[in-house]
């Protein structure tokens, strides 16, 4: 069955280096999504791709099944639900379950 | 710059009674979804729209219909609302459509519904 998993929690200090690892196990994936949601709002896409890549304090690794979200200098304010996902060969995004990131002063 | 609205935000029905969520876009977007999110299992893909006039099923369809309205709009319709279906609902949308695995999607804010 295609999937995508994610740990429920991450717990980090404000200031340090927070990595949410990923892994899937969906048929002829290739690219990994990572999307931020903070409750009440719209899920965003922060980085996507089938290579490492960068956005602003968003680092994104990538192996071919498995990724891990960076986030360079954590603050209190980014404590929010990470979304990792992989398309499908039909296309269509496999979300992993969330990962519930909180940040300690 | 409005991207994806749904309506309601918050509904509770009692078990048995339909109801419709409504979506619609202006980014002119040619696909729309919707999806469900519950505490563990992450989003789940309930229907989906590649273009206007098409309509497929996701992982999770039964208990749901959707009509694609036009380009903009794409509606979610629960005939006789169960308990299970108590969940928040996301609508999205995409430039382009599922098999091009770009995988950018815009999402609404959700509409939390309680079915008692």
């Known amino acids: 069955k295609d999937q995508v998993f994610q740990p429920s929690t991450v717990a980090s200090s404000e200031g340090a280096v927070v990595e949410i690892f990923c892994n899937h196990s969906v048929s002829n994936a290739y690219n990994f999504f990572w999307y931020l949601h903070f409750p009440g709002c719209a899920p965003r896409l922060l980085v996507k791709?089938?290579?490492?890549?960068q956005q602003g304090r968003y680092n994104m690794t990538y192996e071919r099944f498995s990724s891990s979200l960076l986030i360079l200098q954590v603050r209190e304010a980014d404590a929010a639900v990470y979304y990792c996902?992989?398309?499908?060969?039909?296309?269509?995004?496999?979300f992993g379950q969330g990962t519930t990131l909180q940040v300690k002063p | 710059n409005a991207g994806v609205t749904q309506t309601p935000k918050f509904q509770v029905l009692k078990t048995g009674q339909s109801m419709t969520l409504q979506c619609a876009q202006d980014m002119n977007h040619n696909s729309m979804y919707w999806y469900r999110q519950d505490p563990g299992m992450g989003l789940r893909l309930i229907y989906y729209s590649a273009s206007e006039g098409t309509t497929d099923k996701g992982e999770v369809p039964n208990g749901y219909n959707v009509s694609r309205l036009n380009k903009r709009e794409f509606s979610l319709r629960l005939e006789s609302a169960a308990p299970s279906q108590t969940s928040v609902y996301f609508c999205?949308?995409?430039?382009?459509?599922?098999?091009?695995?770009?995988?950018?999607?815009?999402f609404g804010e959700g509409s939390r519904l309680t079915v008692l």
């Open positions: 996902a992989c398309a499908s060969n039909t296309g269509k995004l496999i």
């Open positions: 791709g089938s290579k490492p890549s």
């Open positions: 999205a949308s995409s430039h382009t459509g599922p098999s091009t695995n770009t995988g950018e999607l815009f």
